[in-house]
């Protein structure tokens, strides 16, 4: 006769081996999606509150598997992680970021207005030359390095922050601009951001969503963009759905703003024509 509680072990063991099978058929499906260029970038405008006017597009990846279910990248960016699909599937990105950039210079016939942003997983960071791979994705481009935007979270400073500073130098160097991604989300002590070289901070949308109905969540993004003004960093507020969010922020003195009150991410050519009605 079984109890109860082995009964439940029981379970959880199968879930866990459910877990393992599933994440490794989908990580076969993955690395077959990278080899056959079935992954997707879109892109979500991010706006200057204080004009409106799109400054950049942040680029987001998209899968959809053979059996067209689409998966979404908080789902399948961990699994990449874990298995060191991140390496050509974050090469991919920064290329294909690169490419679509240079494309829409050449549709706008110059310089069409507007940066982009890419993000860059703490692995990747850890595994691959990103600033060579960035250096290259440019000059194949023809793209000045003030054109693109890197993403990275507190974590990618976790475990080697002084390789890591050495990447965001060299970043720099090509004259890339550094945001903090999911900014205020992390563990790591404050102290980095007086030693490294990030221009903005990207709020987290945790703290976004809800604040105007919570005194604590708007106390937090005032300690954000105070800190920030003190450092000399820009601020982005990301998951604005709301009109009455985005005008409290611009009043606020947050400098750009992201989320579904301008625009979901959109595929690369809804994209561009969006930007070509708005500027
Ligand atoms: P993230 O970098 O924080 O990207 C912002 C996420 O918020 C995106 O989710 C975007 O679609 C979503 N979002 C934007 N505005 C709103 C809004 O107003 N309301 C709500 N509810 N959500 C909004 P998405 O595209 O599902 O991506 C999730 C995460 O996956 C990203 O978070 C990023 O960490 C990761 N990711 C996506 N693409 C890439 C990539 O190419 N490389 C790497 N390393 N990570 C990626
Ligand atoms: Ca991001
Ligand atoms: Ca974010
Ligand atoms: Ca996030």
Redesign the pocket.
Same mark, same amino acid.
């Given at each position: 006769r079984r109890s109860k509680v082995s009964g439940k072990a029981e379970s959880y063991q199968m879930q866990a081996f459910d877990i393992a099978r599933e994440q490794f058929s989908m990580e076969t499906a993955l690395r077959r999606a990278i080899e056959n260029g079935d992954m997707r #970038?879109?892109y979500?405008p991010i706006c200057d509150l204080s004009t409106g006017r799109i400054v950049a597009f942040? =680029?987001? +990846?998209?899968w959809t598997d053979e059996d067209g279910r689409p998966h =979404?990248?908080?789902t399948f $960016?961990p699994v990449a992680e874990e298995s060191g699909l $991140?390496v050509p599937?974050?090469r991919w +990105?920064i290329d294909e970021a690169a490419r679509t950039l240079a494309a829409w210079d050449a549709r706008a016939g110059g310089d069409c207005g507007v940066k982009f942003a890419?993000? #860059? =997983?703490a692995i990747?960071l850890q595994r691959d030359a990103i600033p060579q791979l960035v250096e290259h994705a440019l000059a194949t481009n023809g793209l000045a390095g003030a054109r693109l935007s890197l993403?990275l979270?507190e974590s990618a400073l976790v475990t080697d922050p002084d390789r890591i500073a050495g990447i965001m130098h060299a970043l720099k160097a090509l004259g890339t601009t550094i945001a903090m991604?999911?900014f205020g989300t992390g563990y790591s002590n404050l102290a980095y951001l007086q030693k490294l070289p990030i221009d903005v901070l990207?709020i987290?949308?945790s703290f976004i969503?809800g604040m105007l109905a919570d005194r604590d969540k708007v106390a937090i993004v005032r300690a954000i963009l105070s800190l920030s003004q003190a450092l000399g960093m820009m601020t982005t507020a990301?998951? $604005?759905?709301t009109r009455e969010l985005s005008q409290t922020l611009a009043a606020l003195g947050c400098t750009y703003g992201?989320?579904?009150?301008y625009a979901?991410?959109l595929e690369a050519e809804a994209a561009y024509s969006f930007l070509s009605a708005s500027h």
């Open positions: #970038l879109t979500q942040e =680029s987001l +990846a998209r =979404s990248p908080d $960016i $991140i599937l974050g +990105a890419v993000n #860059l =997983s990747q993403e979270t991604d999911d990207k987290d949308r969503t990301e998951g $604005i759905e992201q989320g579904y009150v979901r991410p």
